[in-house]
C-alpha cells in the first residue's frame, strides 16, 4: 500500500538519515530528507501540504531539533513531529510535549518503533 504524503527525515549524521530512509521507503513512503534544522525549515515551507511526519534529530549542529521544531510549527500548527535522540528522551523533548510535540524516538533507530511512530501519526 503507498501512502500519500511524505515524512521529512532531518539528521545532521548521513548515516542516521539514509538509515531512516530506507526503512521508510521499504514501506513505499515517500521521504524527504534535511541535514540541519534550517534545511529542515526550508524543505518543511517548499513541502509543508505534503509532508505527513517529520522525524528531527533532537541534538544538531546551528538551529537545533527544539528551534527547528518552533519553527516548523509556526509554518503548520498541526505539524507532527517526532524528535529523536542517540540519549534517552530528556527535559527539552519532556517540555515540548506541551507545545504539540507527538513522539520521541531513541537512536539508533529499530525499525518497528520508527514504522510504529510513524504510522500512528499518518493522517
Known amino acids: 500500500m503507498?501512502?500519500?504524503g511524505a515524512v521529512l527525515v532531518v539528521d545532521d549524521e548521513e548515516p542516521v538519515?539514509?538509515?531512516a530512509k530506507r526503512l521508510l521507503e521499504r514501506e513505499c513512503v515517500k521521504v524527504l530528507t534535511a541535514d540541519n534544522g534550517e534545511q529542515?525549515?526550508?524543505v518543511f515551507r517548499q513541502h509543508a501540504d505534503e509532508i505527513?511526519?517529520?522525524?528531527?534529530d533532537l541534538t544538531m549542529p546551528g538551529m537545533d531539533g527544539e528551534q527547528a521544531f518552533h519553527a516548523i510549527r509556526a509554518i503548520r500548527s498541526d505539524a507532527a513531529v517526532i524528535l529523536s535522540s542517540g540519549f534517552s528522551e530528556d527535559t527539552a523533548a519532556e517540555r515540548l510535549y506541551r507545545?504539540?510535540?507527538c513522539g520521541f524516538i531513541q537512536k539508533p533507530y529499530k525499525r518497528h518503533t520508527l514504522l510504529?511512530?510513524?504510522m500512528r501519526l499518518w493522517k
Open 2 to 4: 503507498v501512502m500519500q
Open 17 to 19: 538519515r539514509d538509515v
Open 40 to 42: 529542515a525549515i526550508e
Open 52 to 56: 505527513a511526519v517529520v522525524l528531527m
Open 99 to 101: 507545545d504539540g510535540l
Open 116 to 118: 510504529k511512530e510513524v
